[in-house]
């Protein structure tokens, strides 16, 4: 385990890792990750992995938008398989009110990029035949909509991130952090201080 490093990023769950590969595509190579167990071994293991672009914010349609097109492209860069199925989404509605909420969305989506269809009843029954569509005032599809593996996309985010330089511990608990007095912080770990 190294003992200096620019960032130590504690924690080997989707979002530490995550970190740890978007530092290194940075051009940050002397960066680390420490983690008490395995990768993925909390909450990442039994996420359900959806990955729904709908959003009505701005600022988070981005993130979701670039979160897919990372997913899209992640296998090809790693050689790791990460279960990216892009199996659609239909959002159904049953009110004028809720279409409305729907037009306003797809101004937001065309802003960011992401393509939004709109359905009438006789389109979803195309997609999706087993859907009763009685009541039925209208849809948006999101084509790219779908999920992923949440514990194969991290172990891919981990061989992108060692590619790239960086270093991960397994089996390392941090005990403590300090921050020092010339501004560069101390982590104290069960094998040592980085």
């Not at 595509?25 to 293991?45: A, Y």
């Not at 709908?54 to 670039?66: D, R």
Request: hydrophobic residues 40%.
């Amino acid at each position: 385990m190294k003992t200096q490093a620019r960032v130590v990023v504690i924690g080997g769950g989707v979002v530490g890792v995550s970190t740890l590969y978007h530092l290194t595509k940075k051009g940050w190579s002397d960066v680390v990750l420490l983690e008490r167990k395995e990768l993925t071994s909390g909450s990442t293991w039994h996420a359900a992995g959806l990955l729904p672009l709908f959003n009505m914010s701005y600022s988070v349609g981005q993130i979701h938008k670039y979160s897919v097109a990372l997913y899209e492209r992640l296998e090809a860069e790693t050689g790791q398989a990460i279960g990216l199925r892009q199996v659609s989404n239909i959002r159904l509605a049953r009110t004028a009110d809720r279409m409305d909420e729907y037009h306003f969305y797809a101004g937001v989506a065309e802003t960011i990029g992401v393509d939004v269809r709109f359905l009438d009843a006789d389109g979803v029954k195309e997609i999706w035949p087993l859907c009763n569509t009685d009541g039925i005032v209208g849809a948006i599809q999101h084509p790219r909509d779908g999920y992923i593996q949440p514990a194969d996309l991290t172990q891919a985010l981990a061989t992108g991130a060692r590619q790239g330089g960086a270093e991960i511990n397994r089996g390392v608990t941090v005990t403590a952090i300090e921050r020092q007095a010339n501004g560069e912080w101390r982590v104290t770990t069960d094998q040592g201080e980085i």
